[in-house]
């Protein structure tokens, strides 16, 4: 007689924890610009202080002013540099938010973000649809943004848990590729005034009024130039706009933010 088999007990079978992905990187602006303040300044203030430390030692009455006035700009240097940096990394995020709770969403609407970067306005978007769609257009320029990529901007969209409802194209504000009327809400942010030439930004704007919708809600943040945007879109027979006041928090060149309806006309 065959004695049975002892039974083999398995442990139950765990979950594979879920993959953390961190959190989201919406970039650094004007990484260029931002290091030259920051760096610039801080050799500025060293080069002053040797030139002043020189001019007490040897008694050149010329030198401990001429070092003042380069720690002093150092410093202010150094400041702007920090202004920037923190608006980069903080001071958007909190724009973004004043810019989309100005919409009363429904959660079905079309979005299109014009220059989205890694995704801060698309994303922050999307995370007001149910049923809508966010669509996000770049050129994807390493000068206006650092590390910018699609790739970077669909990390964030996995991170924010908003990857299914957004989508990525490769597109330049000036010839949009959708049809007139699509949109039902256009944003964008710190993108218009990187295009040269008051004749192209002009085209650009052209191209946002035609693809929303009548009726339709536009917002756009800027450095420069916003008082030339409403102009184009006041010729456009646009009449119910906003323009924000200056806010110094995010960049050293103050920051305004357009609001405006697109009528139900032809405009």
Not at 31 to 56: E, H, N, S, T, W
Not at 189 to 200: C, E, K, L, Q
Request: charged share 20%.
């Amino acid at each position: 007689m065959t004695a049975a088999p002892a039974p083999v007990h398995t442990a139950p079978t765990q979950p594979e924890p879920p993959i953390k992905l961190g959190k989201p990187d919406y970039g650094l602006d004007a990484p260029g610009m931002q290091k030259g303040f920051l760096y610039g300044g801080l050799a500025a203030v060293v080069i002053g202080r040797m030139v002043y430390d020189y001019g007490v030692m040897h008694s050149a009455n010329w030198a401990p002013q001429a070092g003042s006035i380069a720690m002093s700009v150092g410093v202010s240097f150094f400041v702007v540099g920090c202004i920037s940096y923190l608006g980069s990394k903080f001071g958007k995020l909190l724009l973004r938010d004043g810019m989309l709770n100005s919409i009363a969403w429904r959660g079905d609407e079309q979005v299109l973000d014009v220059g989205c970067g890694h995704g801060l306005l698309l994303i922050g978007a999307a995370k007001r649809l149910k049923q809508g769609r966010a669509i996000g257009v770049d050129v994807w320029s390493q000068v206006d943004q650092a590390n910018n990529s699609a790739e970077a901007t669909k990390r964030n969209a996995c991170i924010e848990g908003v990857a299914e409802r957004i989508e990525i194209q490769d597109a330049d504000a000036r010839k949009l590729p959708f049809a007139d009327n699509s949109f039902d809400v256009v944003v964008s942010s710190f993108v218009i005034h990187n295009i040269s030439g008051s004749s192209d930004r002009e085209t650009a704007i052209r191209e946002i009024a035609r693809v929303l919708k009548p009726g339709g809600r536009l917002a756009i943040a800027d450095i420069r130039h916003a008082k030339a945007y409403r102009n184009v879109l006041r010729d456009l027979g646009w009449e119910d706009m906003h323009l924000s006041g200056p806010n110094f928090f995010i960049f050293v060149t103050p920051t305004r933010v357009l609001y405006a309806f697109k009528p139900n006309g032809n405009g």
